[in-house]
């Protein structure tokens, strides 16, 4: 991450501590989550195949379906009382769950924690909202591009650090030093992270409820199918995930190592995202977001379809190169138009929204994927979701050009 100036300005320094942040929360949280399975069964004493698989998918479960019913009201709050406050009661609050799961002794007792860790998470949109609304205009496109980065590669890495620790330390200390990352991320942006927020002007905003925040958020028409991107891109990366493997080793037969090949499925996708995030980001800021966003929708859109009709891993692993390229331009163009057509106030709100479709798609994704490929099988979820990126293309287009009925800087109360 370069820099031109010498010395960095306040919201360069936000930008590298919450990236390290967004790092160590984003790995930490995806060391446990493809071991669940094997930490209810070697450690907490769970006994059969099929009551491992239901505790596992509601254990799985749980996480979203709070943070989908919570992330709002975060929202709301944040816009009330700052990001920064926020963020912090994340952070320290999913340090202690994190750690509290090392020592649970009954299935319930994790299932319970993961409900817990829903309710209070949000470091992400916190910091995303942060970045957002002390960052200069003309560099919002690169700042997103370099936040997403931060969340995608503690995504990759997570999975390959947790499998290389459960190997050496066992499971239980997974959730131990997952806290401890979690509660450095926050150490790190209690001392280091400045916030420009004007209490006494947001003490002056109008106080609406949640539902009534998503209804005037509502009247900006581009908000909804920006939303929708993020609900849909979540459906699509998630829907086949857990079907990868069988694919794999559909195109292969009796491929060797199966689990690195599907490990590196999985992955290509996220490295490329990475890689061009930030480029993409900067491209938004020269050409428009808006512009970024339309191509990386028709993109993705495209290389989902081709994977239905691979022959082998290698096409496979191409396509998906080339998708996550394409995907690394949806979030961060998706987080800089939720920040310009936003009304001013409820940033943090609308950024709390997007946040709950997120939960959204991971729920949907993962419970939908597996009912409907026992219908259509994962070529045509591969079909079915780059159709519908293609059809959401076409909204976000119509409404992006539309005149908001709301005026976007002076709300009436």
């Not at 989908?68 to 202690?96: H, T």
């Not at 780059?386 to 050009?401: A, D, E, H, P, S």
Request: charged share 10%; aromatic share 10%; proline share 4%.
């Amino acid at each position: 991450m370069r820099f031109s100036k010498s010395k960095l300005e306040s919201w360069q320094i936000n930008l590298m501590v919450l990236w390290f942040g967004q790092f160590l929360v984003n790995a930490g949280t995806t060391m446990i989550v493809p071991f669940i399975a094997l930490y209810l069964s070697q450690d907490i004493g769970v006994q059969g195949e099929h009551q491992i698989a239901i505790w596992s998918g509601v254990i799985f479960a749980a996480n979203f379906v709070t943070s989908f019913i919570f992330q709002p009201l975060w929202g709301k709050l944040s816009d009330q009382y700052g990001r920064k406050v926020m963020l912090l009661r994340s952070g320290f609050g999913m340090a202690i769950v994190f750690t509290a799961m090392g020592f649970a002794t009954q299935a319930w007792h994790l299932l319970v924690l993961r409900l817990i860790n829903g309710t209070i998470s949000g470091f992400n949109p916190a910091s995303t909202s942060l970045i957002s609304s002390n960052t200069p205009k003309e560099k919002m496109g690169f700042a997103m591009g370099i936040s997403q980065s931060g969340t995608v590669a503690g995504s990759i890495l997570g999975p390959l650090i947790g499998g290389i620790m459960a190997d050496t330390v066992g499971f239980r200390y997974i959730f131990y030093i997952t806290g401890a990352c979690i509660f450095m991320a926050s150490l790190l942006a209690l001392f280091l992270v400045r916030e420009k927020f004007d209490r006494s002007a947001a003490a002056q905003m109008p106080k609406v409820s949640v539902l009534s925040g998503l209804r005037e958020l509502s009247l900006t028409p581009q908000l909804p199918a920006l939303f929708t991107v993020t609900l849909l891109l979540q459906f699509a990366m998630i829907s086949p995930m857990t079907l990868l493997p069988l694919y794999v080793q559909k195109l292969q037969g009796s491929i060797e190592n199966l689990a690195f090949w599907s490990g590196l499925v999985s992955a290509v996708t996220g490295l490329s995202n990475m890689l061009m995030a930030p480029i993409l980001g900067k491209v938004s800021d020269k050409y428009g977001a808006h512009r970024v966003l339309t191509f990386s929708l028709i993109g993705a859109g495209l290389m989902l379809i081709p994977q239905a009709f691979v022959q082998n891993v290698g096409q496979l692993i191409a396509v998906r190169f080339l998708m996550g390229l394409c995907m690394g331009g949806l979030l961060p163009s998706v987080n800089s138009l939720i920040r310009y057509y936003t009304p001013d106030g409820m940033e943090s709100r609308a950024f709390g929204f997007n946040s709950s479709t997120t939960a959204l798609g991971n729920m949907t994704g993962s419970v939908m994927g597996g009912v409907l490929a026992g219908f259509i099988g994962i070529e045509g979820l591969f079909i079915m979701s780059g159709i519908m990126l293609l059809l959401n293309m076409l909204w976000v287009r119509t409404k992006l050009y539309t005149r908001p009925t709301a005026d976007k800087h002076h709300r009436s109360a």
